[in-house]
């Protein structure tokens, strides 16, 4: 969704990097330049207005002026300003001393109410609650059925008592279902209100109704994030008429430009709380600030991926994937088939190369990039016997074809597969040995066979001027060298081994952008093609 946003900023920040000192000419431009990408955001002026008048403040502080590397503070500034512009810290449910929480859900037809409501239902449930839906929407045509329908594939009793379609009293509706939850021991209640096209009178007064019959803990106003700065002045119209605690953004998978996201905190004044992100039921977490603006700068948000893989995967089968990996036994195609499995578990591979730093500058490889090569890999390695998976060096000419024409694929696509494996294969070898990849030491708990050969000794630097002044000069440039080093903003948290860093993770599969996955890159398969 910030595409364009995050192109234009790290379009921005890459023409200060090389800077050693920023000049006030410096920063007006770079305000100037942030400022255009705001506007073309569609984020609200007043917000641009501030944003860029306390980017400026800070950037012409001390805090700057008296760093080594200026322009990677800028970026820190900027970086600390979106967080804060988003929200600062995340928003979590506020639950009731008694039971049920009442979570009372707002906005305009067409916004996603119904399917958030079922989004919100499973991701509570996840959490060991127990929710009910209530289907408090009578006017729209079928959105009782709808919600019923949403209440089944979350796997959440629906309340309706009414069958909608202008039918039934949705305060009546709404207050009965508080008691129903009580008897039937539900925790949590959802309320899906109706919408209108537009923001009327009666919309607000039936919500305004609805909420004094409950009293719910958490009003939270849904707010389609592709519809822009009407977004804004929806949810101000809201905030004015009925009230609520708390933002859902819905459709943050749209090609929108962000702009809602990054003005409906400052000018409502009512943190995001939900944002959802597919149509997916499992496509839906609190809203981050800090790792919503770190996607923004092309920072990446590991947290999320990594958090993402917790709720995916099961221990057990990570377990057993790590022994395998950790073993003396050599990394078969049966170990980089379960893999595949796990890693296709997380959702679409561009989605997850997304959430890694750096990954906007290869948004339009990551965008090419089709899942249906990996069903085509899978076929392949299924249609092999399972002798041929343990070994693939006895797969001939013969058996190639075999498998292709059981693959529905061409022997070349086979012969590619088999090659970039054995590659990974001897890859892997070397790392349980304990001789690593280039830059990496080996991986921890694989033992070490051989040991790494000490490296040689560096060259020796430039030799220390003999003129004092020259040498003064030398060892305050290496000083500052240094310091930059060391004071070098983070991008990502330290990383389980799986994602390139260096302690142990249970929940992590050992071949989330690890080595042990084949290069896949150039493997290309098609009709008609052959390697």
Not at 101 to 115: D, P, S
Not at 352 to 374: F, T, V, W
Not at 452 to 464: D, E, H, L, V
């Given at each position: 969704?910030?595409?364009?946003?995050?192109?234009?900023?790290?379009?921005?920040?890459?023409?200060?990097?090389?800077?050693?000192?920023?000049?006030?000419?410096?920063?007006?431009?770079?305000?100037?330049?942030?400022?255009?990408?705001?506007?073309?955001?569609?984020?609200?002026?007043?917000?641009?207005?501030?944003f860029i008048a306390r980017i400026k403040e800070r950037a012409r502080g001390e805090e700057v002026s008296k760093a080594l590397n200026p322009a990677q503070q800028v970026i820190k500034i900027v970086n600390e300003e979106l967080v804060e512009i988003l929200g600062g810290q995340t928003r979590q449910i506020r639950f009731a001393k008694t039971a049920p929480?009442?979570?009372?859900?707002?906005?305009?037809?067409?916004?996603?109410?119904?399917?958030l409501a079922g989004k919100l239902a499973k991701w509570l449930a996840a959490d060991r609650n127990t929710p009910l839906l209530v289907a408090a929407?009578?006017?729209?045509?079928?959105?009782?059925?709808?919600?019923?329908?949403?209440?089944?594939?979350?796997?959440?009793?629906?309340?309706?008592?009414?069958?909608?379609?202008?039918?039934?009293?949705?305060?009546?509706?709404?207050?009965?279902s508080i008691e129903h939850a009580r008897r039937n021991n539900h925790n949590i209640v959802i309320i899906d209100t109706a919408g209108r096209l537009g923001v009327d009178t009666e919309m607000m007064q039936q919500a305004a109704d609805i909420r004094d019959a409950v009293?719910?803990?958490?009003i939270v106003f849904v707010v389609d994030a592709m519809i822009g700065q009407d977004a804004v002045n929806t949810a101000q119209a809201f905030l004015d008429g009925v009230g609520y605690d708390a933002v859902a953004l819905t459709k943050l998978d749209g090609d929108a430009r962000g702009g809602a996201a990054l003005s409906i905190r400052h000018i409502t004044g009512r943190?995001?709380?939900?944002?959802?992100?597919?149509?997916?039921?499992?496509?839906?977490?609190?809203?981050?600030?800090?790792?919503?603006?770190?996607?923004?700068?092309?920072?990446?948000?590991?947290?999320?991926?990594?958090?993402?893989?917790?709720?995916t995967f099961d221990e057990a089968e990570v377990e057993k994937m790590a022994s395998t990996m950790a073993s003396d036994e050599d990394f078969t195609l049966n170990d980089f088939l379960e893999q595949m499995k796990m890693v296709r578990k997380l959702g679409p591979i561009g989605?997850?190369?997304?959430?890694?730093?750096?990954?906007?500058?290869?948004?339009?490889?990551?965008?090419?990039?089709?899942?249906?090569?990996?069903?085509?890999?899978?076929?392949?390695?299924?249609?092999?016997?399972?002798?041929?998976?343990?070994?693939?060096k006895m797969i001939n000419g013969s058996r190639r074809l075999r498998i292709a024409n059981?693959?529905?694929t061409q022997v070349g696509d086979v012969n590619g597969l088999v090659t970039r494996f054995f590659e990974a294969q001897k890859m892997m070898r070397k790392m349980k040995s304990g001789g690593g990849m280039p830059g990496m030491p080996g991986m921890p708990g694989m033992g070490g066979?051989?040991?790494?050969?000490?490296?040689?000794?560096?060259?020796?630097?430039?030799?220390?001027?003999?003129?004092?002044?020259?040498?003064?000069?030398?060892?305050?440039?290496?000083?500052?060298?240094?310091?930059?080093?060391?004071?070098e903003p983070q991008q990502m948290p330290q990383l389980p081994p799986g994602l390139g860093g260096s302690g142990p993770s249970p929940t992590l599969p050992p071949g989330l952008g690890g080595p042990a996955m084949p290069d896949l890159s150039n493997f290309k398969l098609g009709k008609g093609k052959k390697e």
């Open positions: 969704m910030f595409e364009t946003l995050s192109d234009r900023l790290t379009s921005v920040f890459s023409s200060l990097r090389g800077k050693g000192r920023l000049s006030e000419e410096d920063i007006n431009a770079t305000a100037r330049e942030i400022r255009l990408a705001l506007l073309e955001a569609d984020v609200a002026l007043p917000v641009v207005r501030e929480t009442v979570i009372m859900l707002a906005g305009l037809q067409g916004a996603g109410k119904t399917t929407d009578l006017q729209r045509p079928n959105a009782v059925t709808q919600l019923q329908v949403v209440g089944e594939r979350a796997g959440t009793p629906v309340f309706a008592p009414e069958p909608g379609n202008g039918v039934g009293d949705p305060v009546n509706v709404a207050r009965e009293e719910p803990d958490e943190p995001i709380m939900f944002a959802s992100t597919g149509e997916k039921l499992e496509d839906f977490d609190l809203f981050h600030p800090d790792r919503m603006a770190s996607r923004i700068l092309d920072m990446g948000d590991v947290l999320t991926l990594i958090e993402q893989a917790q709720r989605n997850l190369l997304g959430m890694m730093p750096g990954m906007g500058q290869m948004r339009e490889q990551i965008d090419s990039i089709d899942d249906k090569s990996l069903d085509r890999i899978q076929a392949i390695i299924q249609s092999m016997t399972p002798a041929e998976r343990t070994n693939p059981g693959s529905g066979g051989k040991k790494a050969k000490k490296p040689k000794k560096a060259k020796k630097g430039k030799q220390r001027s003999g003129n004092p002044m020259k040498a003064r000069q030398q060892e305050a440039e290496r000083a500052a060298e240094r310091q930059r080093r060391q004071e």
